[in-house]
């Protein structure tokens, strides 16, 4: 799993999703934008974690994430996620270099 760069700050976080509010686009392959890493943070239970070379590609990598514990997602790195237990919440915050515009603006994770 990747690391953040120091020079990297949480500048945006999601709500906290379980089963029942989890955006469907999370159960399903999808990536960052170029200079934007995610890391998936488990409150409860556990999630497993599918990453993938590109998006047609077979399942590259399987992480259980168990409670506080987290993964780091790299930038446009095509992932989703599995609940592996309906107690399971997660949220998911987001890392951009200090210095850019997705930082400064705030601006959106994706293209």
Known sequence: MSN??????????SPVFDPSNVPKMFLHLHN????????????????????FAD?????????????DNSAISPPEYWHKVEFLSAETTFRVDFYADKDSPIAQQSLSERN
């Open 4 to 13: 953040i760069p120091k020079n990297y700050i949480n500048y945006k976080s």
């Open 32 to 51: 960052t934008r170029a200079g934007v890493y995610g890391k998936i943070c488990v409150l409860s239970g556990s999630l497993k974690f599918y990453g």
């Open 55 to 67: 998006r047609k590609a077979e399942v590259e990598q399987e992480i259980v994430i168990q409670a």
